[in-house]
Structure formats: structure tokens, C-alpha cells
């Protein structure tokens, strides 16, 4: 956690959508993984324009985009080659709700 997250965001990560500790950016920011990764969501039209509000760049955009998929591509990969998780996350167990 050099750079990014401090170790208290890193922890309210599950309540990102609501904690004062994330900054507008941030929050559209773990919204639009969210919804990318999430198979019962959508990154829709209205969505999209929001995103583009915050980063303005086609790069940027683009960019998160790559990063996000990048990493839903090692979780895959992992989980099909039972790689165990190093304890990072913060998510509760499959079939619990945060």
C-alpha cells in the first residue's frame, strides 16, 4: 500500500460506496470494477457517462479498464489452477454478504 490506498481505506473497501474516505473518483472508480466484474451487473449508458465525467480521457478510461480486466483475468487463472488467495482481500467468504 505505498501508493493508493491507505490501510483504513484498504479495510473500508466494503463499504466504499458510502465511506467518506474515498473521494469522488475512487468511488466511480470501484463502481465501474464492480460492475465490469460482477456478472449480474452492467456498466450501461448512464453509467458510462459518469465514468467519462471522472475520466476524462479516452487513455484513462481505457487504461481502468485494462487494469480491471487484467485482474479479473489473473482471479480466473488462479481459481482454474487452485492458486490460494494471499489473504489481501477483504471480502467475506463465497455465499456470506458484506
Known sequence: MHAGLSQQQ???LPNYATSD????RQRIAL???ER???????????????????F??????V??????AFENFRAKFNHALLVESNGF???PP?????
Open 10 to 12: 484498504f479495510d473500508e
Open 21 to 24: 474516505l474515498f473521494t469522488t
Open 31 to 33: 463502481e465501474y470494477a
Open 36 to 54: 465490469i466484474t460482477m456478472s449480474d451487473q452492467d456498466v450501461d449508458e448512464a453509467f458510462f457517462a459518469t465514468v467519462q465525467g471522472e
Open 56 to 61: 476524462e480521457s479516452p487513455e484513462a478510461i
Open 63 to 68: 487504461e481502468l479498464t485494462a487494469i480491471i
Open 89 to 91: 482481500c477483504a471480502l
Open 94 to 98: 463465497p455465499g456470506e454478504e458484506r
